[in-house]
């Protein structure tokens, strides 16, 4: 009996043994699988991660040529505003005293270069026209062949600077040739174009004070029409239609034939829908 125990005993030791050993070698194949799945965690976020850098480069790398290129821009534009301002300069310097220098400019049969009539238009930037007939203000003394250059070049100091859109360098710049040349036939349209530049700067009560100070100072200019029509595009922008009618009205009562008095006919027929 004893020897029939024993033998169980051993038996059963071994099955332990070996289920022991089982055991023991699926806990070292769970541990494998777990530091398998641990690594393959972490190289996924690693790889992630390395994705994320590389598209933040490409971002990085992309925001820098766009800054080359602004800068690039900004050195020339600089470079050009401050060409532009030298010119600027040197030829207000020469209203301001110096000889011109150069063949003169074009004149009309009169003797002077005028811009033709432009109405101002309702929020839109204006811009002169083409050159016209000398403008109906009083004459002025005859005078030398270099001194009507110089004052044609002044006067087209302050036309240039409009047409670039500088309109506060073109009014300094048109102030400064009616200062010079007082008696200048051209002394309405520098006073015409100084409202209109501020009206486009949209500097509303100096627009109209500039057009009315023209009305009040020459009267029987040709200009009187277009600023008219200047100060009814004022009072348009500042809501009194009324009044901007009213004037519309006495530009064509006063003025039927005028390129003006046909504008205000379109402006009242707007005014009117």
């Known amino acids: 009996m004893n020897a029939v125990a024993g033998i169980f005993d051993e038996d059963a030791r071994r099955e332990v043994k070996e289920l022991r050993g089982e055991l023991e070698k699926r806990d070292r194949d769970v541990d494998s699988r777990i530091l398998k799945l641990d690594e393959s965690l972490k190289n996924i976020g690693i790889i992630q991660l390395l994705n994320q850098i590389e598209q933040l480069n490409a971002e990085i790398s992309k925001l820098r040529g766009q800054i080359e290129v602004l800068a690039n821009q900004n050195e020339q534009l600089t470079k050009r505003q401050k060409d532009f301002y030298l010119d600027i300069d040197s030829r207000l310097r020469k209203l301001e005293g110096l000889p011109a220098d150069g063949a003169p400019g074009a004149a009309s049969p009169g003797g002077t270069v005028v811009p033709a009539p432009a109405a101002a238009q309702t929020g839109a930037v204006i811009v002169?026209?083409?050159?016209?007939?000398?403008?109906?203000?009083?004459?002025?003394?005859?005078?030398?062949?270099?001194?009507?250059?110089?004052?044609?070049?002044?006067?087209?100091?302050?036309?240039?600077?409009?047409?670039?859109?500088?309109?506060?360098?073109?009014?300094?710049?048109?102030?400064?040739?009616?200062?010079d040349f007082p008696s200048s036939g051209l002394v309405p349209n520098a006073q015409y174009w100084i409202g209109i530049s501020y009206f486009n700067l949209r500097d509303y009560a100096?627009?109209?004070?500039?057009?009315?100070?023209?009305?009040?100072?020459?009267?029987?200019?040709?200009?009187?029409?277009?600023?008219?029509?200047?100060?009814?595009?004022?009072?348009?922008?500042?809501?009194?239609?009324?009044?901007?009618?009213?004037?519309l009205e006495d530009i064509i009562a006063r003025f039927p034939a005028s390129d003006a008095a046909g504008k205000a006919r379109t402006r009242l027929a707007q005014l009117r829908r």
Do not use: H
């Open 128 to 179: 002169p026209g083409p050159t016209a007939g000398a403008a109906g203000a009083p004459t002025a003394a005859p005078v030398s062949a270099a001194s009507r250059d110089q004052e044609l070049r002044a006067y087209d100091v302050g036309s240039n600077l409009f047409k670039r859109g500088d309109y506060l360098a073109a009014t300094r710049a048109f102030q400064i040739f009616m200062k």
């Open 206 to 247: 100096n627009a109209r004070s500039s057009q009315e100070t023209l009305l009040k100072l020459y009267p029987d200019s040709s200009k009187v029409p277009d600023a008219m029509l200047a100060i009814a595009s004022v009072m348009i922008e500042s809501g009194d239609n009324g009044s901007a009618r009213n004037t």
